[in-house]
């Protein structure tokens, strides 16, 4: 195992309005976003690579896109975003013109290697809908693509969760045809971890005998409703990014996932005094 692991950061769901123009009448999403981006910024070591899973602004608008890039700034780390439902796929690109892309229109997929890991971003966005579906295109591509090798580990990024967290109006808008992604992966060990976002909040299943994370937000959550007692609503907790570390070993080595509060916290203080004692 070697000293540092490979460190993908990854950041979700950031719905960027124009400047001074609050979510929902109440959430101050680009301040939160300088906030991600502080913390961020300050973890020690640097992450390798940064994915940011859906819903980058809120409209959209070219507008959104602008500001998001000019509160993207600070961050001196190589990033890719892939489209939510809230993001429109030209305009990101238009915003984004030197991405990966697989194909010049269409689904915005991308590949991108890092030290020896490799992310695949997949585009589940439908234009106009909340929910998510994997185009024929994406699918076909995933597939042709974890076949190219039997060894390397592979991470996969989308926006809408191919299950059900039981949050009554997000599981309605999830992705619509996660068996065929299931399939997929199912042929294919080298995916060891599947990474979403769109539900603002942590989540840890599996699915396809692998894996499957959903980013916390770092604005506000969907509220935690598993009685489907309420109306659709939010709160706002503390929010969170997620670090994938991956230790290569035996086999396809692993993966670990840390959620990372967003914000300044008390330490971090030694545990033992000079004496080498617990103090
Ligand atoms: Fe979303």
Known sequence: MSLKPVLIAQI??????????????RVDTARALERCVATLSAFEPAPDFVVISGDLVDTPDVEEYDYLKRLLAPLRLP?????????SRELMRAAFPAGPYVRPAGPLDQKIEVGGLELLLLDSSVPGKPHGTLEASTLQWLDTTLAAST?????LFLHHPPFKGGIWHMDRQDLFNAEELARIVGRHPRAQLIACGHVHRAMLTTFAGIPVT???????????????????SFKVEPPAFHIHAWFPGVGFGQVVTHQVPIGQFDGPHPFFGPDGKLL
């Open 12 to 25: 979700s769901d950031l719905h960027i309005k124009p400047p001074g123009v609050l979510a929902y009448g």
């Open 79 to 87: 990033f890719a975003g892939i489209p939510g439902n809230h993001d």
């Open 151 to 155: 060894d390397r580990p592979a991470l």
């Open 214 to 232: 959903i980013c916390p937000a770092p604005n506000h959550a969907v509220d935690l409703d598993l009685g489907q007692l309420r109306e659709p």
